[in-house]
């Protein structure tokens, strides 16, 4: 009986699965960044070996987060050691390399028991990470403890970052972030938001949410409709707690209940549309439907958990793809068939939407560009004579790499004006030199 219940899960799991937006769950494991569909069907590293900075180290893949449009960023330390100065690298929606750099940290804090990054989390567009520190000064009699959240740029992000103190087990929900303020006291509001119309994430400002106690991290999804906190009370285990909400920052609808899970709870990650959860405890790195909340506690689960991964760590839920293989190629032309060439078709060397808004190009129009060296990459879109953005990036090496277009401020109030206009997009790099031409929508 157990196992007919158990397969009437995992089918309800499946089937909610398929009709649901493409979310797949981004995690660490095994010293590589892996990526999977969320029942565990298909999965694949993105990240490979991590860099190596002195010879002999035993460097890997520690921490990783998923923005909420499908960039990824990593965190490459030597296992207890801090993450100060440690390599990160980027990955656009596509998997191709955006950005190297290494993690920020303030210097005076690096004293030998500065532990860094204990949360990590990225902001659309991949521009922005946030990260979480711990530092213990000791001194005598008293020793003093540091704590907050730190934000850089991710494409410089060796640089000293911004620094909010007392902001905890932070994260971000579109790019406002959402933390826990250390100092709050014990029947207060601990659970904080940046305030609306801040420089998100690089803001000081923040406003009372809710109360949550022995409260250790937090997440939200991007629309506010779910939060879940992971706490402590006294010496029990960590537990996972899911509070209904009806927008980021807005007075919570008072139905709540605790996640059933098993022995020490660590990550959670909600997914964008607060339709799915994934979080690690005992028995390692687990995926499910959002529960209906206020039913009690525990919560009621509509479908049995996934395990993904029983070693995996620092689950982030997303948009992003790359667990699921591309399309099949199409078949090869018989020797001696001339090729045939689609004007304004894409080049097999950029990749880019089939259709484009003209609105993408506010927050910017991506693509990818596989070159064959070291160079410079850039592209141009234009509209007739007007050229509604520029971009160009260095390439260390032959591979892809990421581009984003996007308009200049005197032109975003008329990018709707270029509907049903014909995009030329011009894209040059190391033995590449392309034009593709869309239809704007």
């Not at 659309?124 to 008293?142: N, R």
């Not at 826990?180 to 609306?196: F, K, Q």
């Not at 994934?278 to 039913?295: E, F």
């Not at 479908?303 to 090869?332: N, Q, R």
Request: aromatic residues 6%.
């Amino acid at each position: 009986m157990r196992s007919l219940v158990l397969a009437i899960a995992v089918a309800l799991l499946l089937t909610t699965a398929a009709t649901a937006s493409a979310t797949e769950v981004s995690y660490v494991d095994q010293g590589q960044v892996w990526v999977s569909t969320l029942d565990g069907a298909q999965k694949r590293p993105i990240s490979g070996p991590a860099p190596v900075v002195t010879a002999g180290e035993s460097r890997a893949w520690t921490e990783q987060a998923q923005s909420d449009d499908g960039w990824i960023v990593g965190v490459a330390r030597v296992s207890g050691r801090t993450g100060a100065a440690a390599p990160t690298r980027l990955w656009s929606p596509s998997g191709a390399v955006a950005a190297e750099s290494t993690l920020g940290y303030h210097g005076a804090y690096n004293n030998g028991s500065l532990a860094v990054p204990v949360q990590l989390d990225l902001a659309p567009g991949g521009q922005q990470m946030i990260y979480t520190y711990s530092d213990l000064v000791y001194g005598f009699p008293t020793s003093t403890l540091y704590q907050g959240t730190w934000v850089t740029n991710t494409a410089s992000s060796s640089g000293e970052p911004f620094d909010i103190p007392d902001l905890v087990g932070t994260s971000l929900a579109g790019s406002r972030w959402v933390g826990i303020n250390a100092n709050a006291g014990s029947a207060d509001p601990n659970v904080y938001v940046e305030s609306a119309g801040g420089n998100g994430p690089f803001s000081y400002s923040g406003d009372a949410w809710f109360h949550a106690t022995g409260a250790w991290s937090v997440d939200a999804a991007a629309n506010g409709s779910a939060i879940a906190v992971v706490y402590r009370l006294g010496g029990a285990p960590y537990a996972l707690g899911l509070f209904a909400g009806s927008g980021i920052g807005t007075p919570l609808t008072g139905a709540s209940c605790d996640m059933p899970t098993v022995g020490n709870v660590d990550g959670v990650s909600l997914s964008q549309d607060g339709r799915w959860i994934a979080w690690t405890d005992d028995r390692g790195l687990l995926v499910a439907p959002l529960p209906p909340l206020g039913s009690g506690s525990p919560c009621p689960m509509s479908a049995a958990p996934v395990v993904i991964s029983a070693t995996g760590s620092y689950p982030s839920l997303g948009p992003t793809t790359l667990a699921t293989p591309p399309a099949a190629p199409a078949a090869a032309a018989p020797p001696g068939s001339p090729k045939k060439k689609t004007p304004g078709s894409s080049s097999s060397a950029v990749t880019v939407a089939k259709t484009v808004k003209a609105s993408a190009f506010a927050t910017g129009l991506k693509l990818v560009v596989t070159v064959r060296g070291k160079g410079t990459v850039s592209a141009v879109a234009k509209v007739g004579g007007t050229t509604l953005a520029r971009a160009s990036a260095k390439a260390k090496r032959a591979g892809r790499v990421a581009l984003t277009l996007k308009a200049p401020k005197g032109l975003l109030k008329r990018l709707s004006s270029f509907r049903g206009k014909t995009l030329k997009l011009t894209v040059k790099g190391p033995g590449v030199s392309s034009t593709l031409k869309r239809r704007l929508k």
